[in-house]
């Protein structure tokens, strides 16, 4: 279990530096998403800086689609072909 420390002023410009503006409205719409289907959260920005510092460290949501992790090429479990 990796420990992340959360900035005690954290806003939506501090995410856009941390992160990028495309990779935070990515985790803004995610939670929208979610919200829609009964979830509750809320601190929205504490919830958005934990998934990007994890995704980043794993390369997985945002940054698997955004940095070319596949490369166009099809990955195991991709659908079958």
């Known amino acids: ?5 959360v900035p005690k002023d ?6 856009e530096r941390e992160f ?3 990779a935070v409205a990515f985790y803004f ?5 979610r919200e ?3 979830k509750v959260y809320y601190n929205p920005l504490k919830t958005i800086y934990l998934w990007a510092t994890a995704d980043r460290n794993t390369n997985q949501g945002y940054y698997t689609s955004f940095r070319g992790f596949s490369n166009g ?3 195991r479990n991709y659908g079958g072909s």
């Open 1 to 5: 279990m990796t420990f992340v420390k």
């Open 10 to 15: 954290l806003d939506r410009l501090s995410l």
């Open 20 to 22: 990028g503006t495309a």
């Open 29 to 33: 719409s995610r939670i929208a998403q």
């Open 36 to 38: 829609r289907e009964g």
């Open 73 to 75: 090429r099809k990955r």
